[in-house]
């Protein structure tokens, strides 16, 4: 791509060390912890850029940690595929660390920032490795970091959602465990490029992938696992929810998607096929569930947290789709890589959107909303340019992702999939539209207004407009896609 | 195998599951602690049992004894807020539970480690070959500190963010404990140096022998229990940054080593073999503190009193 614009930097490493070495100086000087987070955070959005730069001339970067190599060591490994989760991160992340500035107290401020920085950590340890357990250290770090940041607030909802969400959490990360300790002792390894070398289908692999398969759903929170997610979702401070909705669920996809496309769909004999069908049902069933749910809730912060567990189940659509050779179609992965970014982008919008409504009038039932179009424009926009994505309508991210994945399911004649999306889709228009109406009605009850700052309501505009912007710059991204999950129809690449 | 070992063998495994069982079960909140803990130094035997001394000693110190005191003080402040009659039966969990779901996993489970090679294609032989250069001569601490290190940074890091959960809590007033009976005073007096001796050596000893920071921290942190349990306080104008330094100063350390490497040139936390055990000397000997402090900082529960309610 371009030529050396930047120095040679394990920029892999730099990704990793930075926000965990912020996260360990705030928690020693907590009067600094505001600069060191905020610094912090922009500062991963520019080793992201080196890092980006470095994969588009080497297209897999690797990382022997301590010198020693796999199957000894640790590796940690750049390519397209994490990259497209690792932009999701800075970006939702520097927008939620913006806004969290101006919704936290300075006094519970200080708080927040290291255990932001952990999550930050975390969340690109585990982009970047290429280690079975590393992942399951990174998922821990990243869940406890969660975890303490849903119950932040302190409130007894917060704190029982918490606890919920940590059981949860622990059992789905004890399950993953238990299959990669089976996957170790039949292969000696914990190497993803090792594994898939020498990974032969059988019980142990089967079992493995049972497994690891359940424990990294339940911690998405694929329906019926999503019984966690609302309270804790819903309960924690709003620029916590938008971390938790947009980033923490895809991380363990994305080591569901990294298990199923390096490891077990190329498996032969391991009827791998079976176990994407299955997936295929349960994010039909979440798809359902999750927007007739949310088009009850009588709370925002609700519905948007059940609109999440309806986004999800697209995610685990492609895994039924497969190409005539029986392996995944890069063309149905591509699009549910379109839809993460969207849906990172726009929910995030939304729950910050959501935190503005909730300080501006002290709550958030959807029909008390009053008259807050006129005295929240930038939120109220934010909110609907969030929701159109979300509800895959055009000219957004959403939209093309849909769209995408929508061929994907035609081309393959899977008219269950295509009915399932379009009724999605049309559930999920009625949910974000009646919100969004409450919006310009006077509610039969006025009330006390408190004024919410600036940078929140901007933010939240920001992170809605880039969900928008995805859906205008198709011709930038596809070819990154293209790279993260192989080539897609020729036809297709522009 | 001797008849005797496999009846041993037998019995613990009957145990475990017995004691297990029990201890999820039992409606009493405090026998099931106590059940938990013995459960833990059974699990320490069978770890001995399968020639793994260094998870024993672990499982030992983490697992059976700072785990149930932590659990023990948590109970104590669950007894404070909703006393035992006001809470919900723990069994409600239990007869809910699908025991055939249970029943039918652990069945698939059974079968898949039945069909595995008894064998195990381990790395055994990768360590032992690469072992020269790691610095010490106890594998397992070779695999930790250097082989998978970042692993092992990234676990230490853990534990400095679930001492910053808790403390991000609603911290409570500290109680006011009773002074020390002349028993427990006078055990204290004749503990408290063993211990602190015990976790210097299981500290020196991890580089060749089972041990290491893990252990020596916890039985650190187990001293730190027992003053704290009798009435012992830290002074108060060291609650401040001198408590946070001892908290962090291991992660922390750790971190400024993976700097310094990352710096001269080299991978992330690649040791010059020359160095590499001053460094995880260095690196232990930290990490020892850091475990200590956080954990008998965590047994107490909140924020130590001078601290600001930041």
Same mark, same amino acid.
């Given at each position: 791509m371009s030529p050396v614009l930047l120095p040679d930097l394990p920029w892999e490493a730099l990704l990793i060390l930075l926000p965990l070495t912020g996260a360990a100086a705030g928690a020693l000087w907590p009067p600094a912890a505001r600069a060191i987070g905020l610094l912090t955070t922009a500062g991963g959005l520019l080793l992201l850029a080196g890092l980006g730069t470095a994969v588009a001339d080497a297209q897999t970067l690797r990382h022997a940690v301590g010198g020693w190599g796999a199957p000894l060591g640790i590796e940690l490994r750049a390519d397209a595929l994490s990259l497209v989760f690792l932009t999701a991160t800075a970006l939702v992340g520097l927008g939620v660390a913006v806004y969290a500035d101006s919704y936290f107290e300075r006094s519970q401020a200080r708080g927040f920032w290291p255990l932001w920085l952990f999550l930050l950590g975390a969340l690109n340890a585990l982009f970047l490795s290429a280690d079975l357990f590393n992942l399951y250290v990174t &998922?821990?770090?990243?869940?406890?970091?969660?975890?303490?940041?849903?119950?932040?607030?302190?409130?007894?909802?917060?704190?029982?959602?918490?606890?919920?969400?940590?059981?949860?959490?622990?059992?789905?990360?004890?399950?993953?465990?238990?299959?990669?300790?089976?996957?170790?002792?039949?292969?000696?390894? !914990? $190497?993803?490029?090792?594994?898939?070398?020498?990974?032969?289908?059988?019980?142990?692999?089967?079992?493995?992938?049972?497994?690891?398969?359940?424990?990294?759903?339940?911690?998405?929170?694929?329906?019926?696992?999503?019984?966690? !997610?609302?309270?804790?979702?819903?309960?924690? @401070?709003?620029?916590?929810?938008?971390?938790?909705?947009?980033?923490?669920?895809?991380?363990?996809?994305?080591?569901?998607?990294?298990?199923? &496309?390096?490891?077990?769909?190329?498996?032969?004999?391991?009827?791998?096929?079976?176990?994407?069908?299955?997936?295929?049902?349960?994010?039909?069933?979440?798809? %359902?569930?999750?927007?007739?749910?949310?088009?009850?809730?009588?709370?925002?912060?609700?519905?948007?947290?059940?609109?999440?567990?309806?986004?999800?189940?697209?995610?685990?659509?492609?895994?039924?789709?497969?190409?005539?050779?029986?392996?995944? $179609?890069?063309?149905?992965?591509?699009?549910?890589?379109?839809?993460?970014?969207?849906?990172?982008?726009?929910?995030?919008?939304?729950?910050?959107?959501?935190?503005?409504?909730?300080?501006?009038?002290?709550? #958030?039932?959807?029909?008390?909303? #009053?008259?807050?179009?006129?005295?929240?424009?930038?939120?109220?926009?934010?909110?609907?340019?969030?929701?159109?994505?979300?509800?895959?309508?055009?000219?957004?991210?959403?939209?093309?992702?849909?769209?995408?994945?929508?061929?994907?399911?035609? &081309?393959?004649?899977?008219?269950? !999939?295509?009915?399932?999306?379009? !009724?999605?889709?049309?559930?999920?228009?009625?949910?974000?539209?009646?919100?969004?109406g409450h919006f310009f009605t006077p509610a039969a009850a006025g009330h006390a207004a408190r004024p919410v700052p600036a940078a929140m309501e901007w933010t939240a505009l920001t992170l809605a407009i880039l969900a928008l912007l995805l859906g205008l710059a198709p011709a930038w991204l596809l070819p990154w896609l293209d790279l993260a999950v192989g080539p897609g129809p020729a036809e297709a690449v522009p | 195998m001797s008849l005797l070992q496999t009846g041993i063998d037998a019995l613990l495994a009957l145990g475990l599951v017995w004691l297990a069982w029990r201890a999820l079960a039992c409606p009493d909140l405090f026998r099931g602690i106590v059940l938990f803990i013995a459960f833990g130094l059974l699990m320490a035997l069978a770890w001995v049992r399968l020639e793994a001394p260094d998870v024993a000693l672990a499982e030992a110190a983490i697992g059976a004894g700072l785990t149930g005191a932590l659990l023990l003080a948590a109970l104590a402040r669950l007894n404070r807020i909703a006393p035992a009659g006001t809470r919900a039966d723990t069994r409600e969990a239990w007869r809910n539970a699908p025991a055939l779901l249970l029943v039918l996993a652990g069945a698939g489970l059974g079968l898949a480690v039945l069909s595995l090679l008894p064998e195990p294609a381990g790395l055994q032989a990768q360590v032992a070959a690469e072992l020269g250069r790691s610095g010490v001569s106890n594998p397992v601490t070779a695999v930790l500190l250097n082989f998978?290190?970042?692993?092992?940074?990234?676990?230490?890091?853990?534990? %400095?963010?679930?001492?910053?959960?808790?403390?991000? %809590?609603?911290?409570? @007033?500290?109680?006011?404990?009773?002074?020390?009976?002349?028993?427990? $005073?006078?055990?204290?007096?004749? &503990? %408290?140096?063993?211990?602190?001796?015990?976790?210097?050596?299981?500290?020196?000893?991890?580089?060749?022998?089972?041990?290491?920071?893990?252990?020596?921290?916890?039985?650190?942190?187990?001293?730190?229990?027992?003053?704290?349990?009798?009435?012992?306080?830290?002074? @108060?104008?060291?609650?401040?940054?001198?408590?946070?330094?001892?908290?962090?100063?291991? @992660?922390?350390?750790?971190?400024?080593?993976?700097?310094?490497?990352?710096?001269?040139?080299?991978?992330?936390?690649?040791?010059?073999?020359?160095?590499?055990?001053?460094?995880i000397l260095l690196i232990e000997t930290l990490a020892t503190l850091s475990i200590a402090a956080t954990l008998a900082v965590l047994f107490q529960g909140s924020r130590p009193a001078a601290e600001p309610p930041a």
């Open positions: &998922l821990e770090l990243m869940g406890l970091a969660a975890v303490a940041l849903t119950a932040f607030s302190g409130g007894r909802a917060a704190l029982s959602g918490a606890m919920r969400y940590l059981l949860a959490t622990l059992l789905g990360s004890l399950v993953y465990l238990l299959g990669v300790a089976l996957l170790y002792h039949a292969t000696g390894t !914990l $190497d993803f490029s090792l594994l898939t070398q020498r990974l032969e289908a059988g019980p142990a692999a089967r079992t493995a992938l049972g497994l690891m398969g359940a424990g990294l759903a339940l911690k998405t929170a694929l329906f019926p696992f999503h019984f966690w !997610l609302p309270p804790a979702h819903s309960s924690a @401070p709003a620029p916590v929810s938008a971390l938790l909705s947009a980033l923490v669920v895809k991380a363990s996809f994305y080591i569901l998607v990294r298990l199923w &496309l390096e490891l077990f769909a190329p498996l032969s004999g391991l009827e791998g096929a079976g176990t994407g069908e299955v997936l295929g049902w349960l994010g039909m069933a979440a798809i %359902l569930w999750g927007s007739w749910q949310a088009l009850r809730q009588p709370r925002v912060k609700l519905l948007v947290a059940y609109s999440t567990v309806a986004q999800i189940g697209y995610l685990f659509l492609a895994f039924p789709l497969l190409t005539a050779a029986g392996l995944p $179609d890069p063309a149905a992965w591509r699009a549910v890589l379109w839809l993460v970014l969207a849906h990172a982008l726009a929910k995030a919008a939304m729950f910050l959107a959501a935190g503005n409504l909730l300080r501006f009038g002290g709550h #958030d039932r959807i029909p008390d909303l #009053d008259c807050v179009a006129q005295r929240l424009p930038l939120t109220v926009a934010a909110f609907a340019l969030a929701g159109i994505s979300i509800a895959g309508l055009p000219p957004t991210g959403g939209f093309i992702g849909k769209w995408l994945l929508l061929e994907a399911a035609l &081309l393959q004649g899977r008219w269950d !999939l295509v009915a399932v999306m379009l !009724l999605g889709g049309l559930l999920a228009a009625g949910y974000v539209f009646k919100v969004v | 998978r290190g970042y692993d092992t940074l990234l676990e230490v890091l853990v534990l %400095l963010l679930a001492l910053l959960a808790a403390w991000s %809590l609603e911290a409570e @007033p500290p109680r006011r404990e009773a002074a020390p009976g002349p028993v427990l $005073d006078l055990l204290l007096r004749l &503990l %408290l140096p063993v211990l602190v001796l015990a976790a210097a050596y299981l500290l020196w000893a991890g580089a060749h022998a089972p041990g290491g920071a893990f252990q020596a921290g916890a039985v650190l942190g187990a001293a730190g229990v027992l003053a704290l349990l009798a009435g012992w306080r830290l002074q @108060p104008h060291l609650t401040g940054l001198p408590l946070r330094l001892a908290i962090v100063i291991g @992660p922390g350390g750790f971190l400024l080593v993976a700097w310094a490497l990352l710096l001269t040139g080299r991978p992330l936390l690649e040791y010059p073999p020359a160095l590499a055990g001053a460094l």
